[in-house]
């Protein structure tokens, strides 16, 4: 099922010709109402006259978290306060957070986007969803409320937390759809195991994960534990929150919204546009927000993007899975290491859990990467030949992946801190190492 199937199924021409008038349009909106773009437009000698074709956005400035940040709370909306009917912040881990700004017509968008995402996730009007987000300023499960709200499922707004009571409201109220992170969808299956409840003997038939990275071989593993489809979607709450993109069921990239958020893929380091296919930073513009347009900004995200229709019946472009953030890869040594590749050579190993943590530290001049993970079951433990065995069996699945060493640590199941959003997996000592060890 395609919930829009009009905008879902345009042909590349007729898609183009949807994205100039609103990309123009938004230029319009921006340079009358906001002064930070009145200036930066300015300051680049960049009109509405200039923007005739597609490529012309590349004559656009760049619009970066500092420059949010530096706009702090409202420097950057659109719309007079007196319009905006929600805000919605980013935690940032430093500094102050990041604030949006929702108009009426925003919300609306923001649910239609999310419904489209759902419904190619094989979400329906009779499933009933459990909203597994916390409920806040983050905008992950007031997003994906409303798009599932507007698609007529049933909502089971349970937030984070109190994760035994998750299972009870999924046994009681028979959930079908389970909303959060891939890594709490984890934690929870952990918890009912330990209730003595097999996940698989739920009613639970779908997950929609999403706000932080899974990789293919995780997928596999959440989706074995639950039996379950699990599909991604993506998104950020500079942007829109959830909404963005998101997986259809043949699992095969992220279809982007793209007649509301235009998708470019740059270099990082040159910030020239990518080809299709390419991998480089998403930069996203929001053609048809209100309250908070953004023009060409940096999600920081690594992705790539393919045209080619979908098997779906779906043109809209997708995007690969995101690799890591231009902000987390780590550099160790020289070597770039994303923490999605650690993952994927963790995950597809049986006798270790899907639950790790990579800790950088500094030796005199050196770096040094220790991949701390749980084992399955910890009869291993009582052998050490084999549990030998298996840590220099891991150290060289990681060296031929990252051509770097890293040092593994095999530790009791069910060490390693668990979480109810984003897991936390990176533990970067470097500079740090005396004040941030009591962290451990
Ligand atoms: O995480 C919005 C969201 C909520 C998306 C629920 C999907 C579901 P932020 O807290 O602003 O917003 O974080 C945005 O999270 O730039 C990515 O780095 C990461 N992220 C989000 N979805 C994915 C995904 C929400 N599917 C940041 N895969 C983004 C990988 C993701 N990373």
């Not at 801190?417 to 962290?439: F, H, Q």
């Amino acid at each position: 099922m395609i919930w829009d199937k009009e905008a879902e199924c345009l042909d590349r021409r007729q898609m183009e010709e949807v994205q100039l008038t609103r990309l123009r349009h938004v230029v319009q909106r921006v340079y009358e109402n906001v002064p930070f773009y009145r200036q930066a437009l300015d300051n680049k000698c960049v009109g509405l006259n200039h923007i005739r074709s597609l490529q012309d956005v590349s004559l656009l400035p760049f619009t970066t978290k500092d420059d949010i940040r530096n706009n702090y709370p409202y420097g950057l909306f659109s719309s007079p306060l007196k319009k905006i009917v929600r805000l919605h912040a980013s935690s940032g881990t430093t500094g102050k957070p990041t604030v949006v700004g929702y108009t009426k017509q925003d919300i609306e968008l923001w649910a239609d986007m999310v419904t489209r995402l759902a419904v190619a996730a094989g979400a329906r009007e009779e499933d009933v969803a459990q909203v597994a987000f916390g409920y806040g300023l983050f905008t992950g499960a007031f997003g994906l409320h409303y798009g599932l709200e507007r698609l007529g499922a049933t909502i089971v707004p349970a937030s984070t937390g109190n994760t035994e009571r998750q299972i009870m409201l999924m046994q009681d109220f028979g959930t079908t759809i389970l909303v959060s992170t891939p890594s709490y969808s984890l934690y929870l299956a952990e918890t009912a195991q330990s209730m003595g409840i097999d996940t698989r003997s739920l009613n639970v038939r779908l997950g929609l994960f999403g706000a932080e990275g899974c990789s293919e071989e995780m997928r596999q593993v959440i989706e074995r534990i639950w039996g379950i489809d699990a599909v991604e979607n993506y998104g950020m709450s500079e942007l829109i929150g959830p909404g963005v993109s998101g997986e259809c069921q043949c699992k095969e990239g992220l279809h982007i919204n793209e007649d509301h958020f235009y998708p470019e893929i740059i270099d990082p380091i040159t910030d020239m546009p990518l080809p299709y296919g390419e991998l480089g930073e998403l930069v996203i513009t929001t053609m048809t927000k209100e309250g908070f347009p953004l023009l060409r900004y940096r999600t920081r995200d690594i992705t790539s993007l393919n045209p080619e229709p979908c098997k779906c019946g779906r043109t809209l472009v997708r995007m690969t899975k995101v690799q890591g953030r231009t902000d987390d890869m780590l550099k160790i040594r020289g070597v770039n290491v994303f923490p999605s590749q650690i993952e994927s050579v963790l995950v597809g190993i049986r006798e270790i859990g899907p639950h790790y943590n990579i800790i950088v530290r500094r030796k005199g001049y050196l770096d040094e990467m220790e991949v701390m993970v749980e084992l399955a079951d910890d009869t291993l433990l009582e052998d050490f030949r084999k549990l030998e065995g298996l840590q220099n069996m891991i150290r060289h699945k990681l060296r031929v992946i990252l051509s770097i060493d890293a040092t593994v640590k095999l530790v009791q199941p069910r060490t390693i801190a668990r979480s109810e959003g984003k897991a936390k997996r990176i533990i970067d000592l470097r500079g740090k190492e005396n004040t941030a060890c009591a962290e451990l």
